[in-house]
């Protein structure tokens, strides 16, 4: 059985008899699709069970990213409260067992629901209940104190929004590969109408059912917190709202998995929202321009990593389709804002 790329087999084996004696060997390691960043593989154990292993993507990734001490420590924080998340198992600092640090954690059973693909073998009677866990598990993530579960030093409460656009300005100039001067309209004008913030909470980042294990109506575990900090937490919503894509409306790449109809439409989600947490919405569409603005950026820097040849499935990704995804959340960005 060939082992996949990013994995030391014998070192990493070696390692899990030390620091995972549950996980019988021996241990085959089997790459999951769907991630374009963190590259995140199920380890299948000799006795049938399964774990999850973490590690950064290959090669050379930007400093801010990827860290995998602190993602290991948000879902160990999270963990503790009824926010539902893979259960923490082990840390691996030592770069010299796979040339860089790496993760375990529970292997959960369920569907990911990366487009409408995926979504339409869902029963259309646990479409609405999985709508609404959506929101309350969103709602009671952003009502966790961080200093009660270990978080409190995970970043900066304050001025969240003025440090993302000075982050993903500082990273889209690193990661870009053409000139898109609607990136820096955006982003002036986001800087410009930047509202007050209120309140601070753990903001996961990536919160969309693509990132979520699901099952039977109800939310299995959240996956992907990379991107998580401490901040505004309306960030969130309006980055649930760009993902929550009605069946005729227009995506970026594939199809979300909402379009696969029978979901709560974008109103429901944001009351079920606002009568959880007791937040003022009215800013959504700013928060829904920022998000777009963010994931572009984001995006190009995939695609300056899928350029250099250093993500596991290079060969089988059309570059040109991630250009078109950047220019589709930018131009969806200025229309939020009526830039242009």
Known sequence: ????????????????????????????????????????????????????????????VLATAHDMGREHKIISGVGQTDVPVPRAIALCADETVN????????????????????????????????????????????????????????????????????????QWEQSKTRELP??????????????????SAIVHGDYRLGNMISGSGDIVAVLDWELCTLGDPMADVGYLMNNWVLPDEQTAGTSAP??????????????????????????????????????????????????RGVMADAEETDTDQFRENVDFLSTSAAERLAVR
Not at 26 to 52: K, M, Q
């Open 1 to 60: 059985m060939s082992v996949p790329p990013g994995i030391d087999a014998a070192a990493v084996s070696e390692w899990f008899a030390a620091h995972v004696p549950q996980a019988a060997q021996p241990l085959r390691f089997e790459l999951i699709a769907g991630g374009h960043s963190n590259l995140t593989y199920r380890v299948h154990c000799a006795d049938g069970s399964s774990v999850v292993l973490r590690r950064p993507p290959l090669g050379h």
């Open 99 to 170: 040339e860089a640090p790496f993760y375990v954690m529970s292997y959960e059973d369920g569907a990911v629901l990366h487009s409408a693909d995926e979504s339409a073998l869902v029963p259309e009677a646990e479409r609405v209940p999985l709508s609404r866990r959506v929101a309350d598990v969103l709602a009671a993530l952003h009502a966790i104190e961080p200093d009660d579960v270990g978080l409190g030093d995970l970043g900066r409460r304050e001025d969240y929004l003025g440090r993302q656009l000075r982050r993903w300005k500082r």
């Open 182 to 199: 609607i990136m820096d309209e955006v982003a002036a004008e986001l800087e410009a109408r930047k509202p007050a913030q209120v309140g």
């Open 258 to 307: 909402t379009q696969a109809g029978g979901f709560a439409s974008r109103s429901e989600m944001l009351d079920w929202y606002a009568d959880a947490s007791g937040r003022d919405l009215s800013q959504v569409d700013y928060y829904r321009a920022f998000s777009y603005w963010r994931l572009a950026a984001i995006s190009e820097g995939v695609l300056n990593r899928y350029l």
